[in-house]
């Protein structure tokens, strides 16, 4: 379902995506609207499910966690019920950090967070190739990040 936005929605959510922590008041004075608009704006947003949640988003690297990989993943038999058996156990797992089910050769792209290569390695061994159904993995570490974005064009 597509839902229109209008000039005001669309600065509040490009404001949100360079600052979630923006306070409404500071959030209304630079959209030139009134506290009580900009909160029943930004109400309605996250309702509509435009706004899906507010994050803070951490630095791997001075937390220790310096791999990043991305890993595509097969599964047999490939139906419904193994597709969301693999999810369900994919769901419990912190260390992937996101999990997308794919058309063309790969069932499954995992991008997964490890403090080294040998911890990434000990991941897969002991976690990921022990998924029932799980028949290949195929790995892609990261070695520079060239691009990072987190906010979407609105235009």
Do not use: W
């Not at 080294?116 to 000990?122: A, E, K, L, P, W």
Request: with cysteine.
């Amino acid at each position: 379902m597509k839902i229109h936005l209008d000039h005001y929605d669309k600065q509040i959510l490009q404001i949100l995506q360079e600052d979630g922590s923006i306070t409404n008041s500071n959030l209304a004075k630079r959209i030139n609207l009134s506290p009580s608009a900009c909160l029943a704006r930004t109400k309605n947003l996250k309702e509509a499910g435009i706004i899906k949640k507010f994050a803070t988003i951490l630095d791997n690297e001075a937390l220790g966690m310096g791999v990043f990989a991305f890993t595509t993943v097969n599964i047999s038999p490939l139906n419904k019920e193994s597709i969301d058996a693999f999810v369900a156990t994919i769901e419990k797992m912190p260390e992937v950090l996101e999990c997308y089910t794919l058309t063309g050769t790969a069932t499954f792209l995992l991008k997964i967070v490890a403090k080294d290569i040998h911890d990434y390695g000990r991941f897969i061994i002991d976690k990921v190739t022990n998924i029932s159904g799980v028949n290949s993995v195929e790995s892609n570490i990261v070695i520079a990040t060239n691009k990072l974005e987190y906010t979407l064009p609105l235009e």
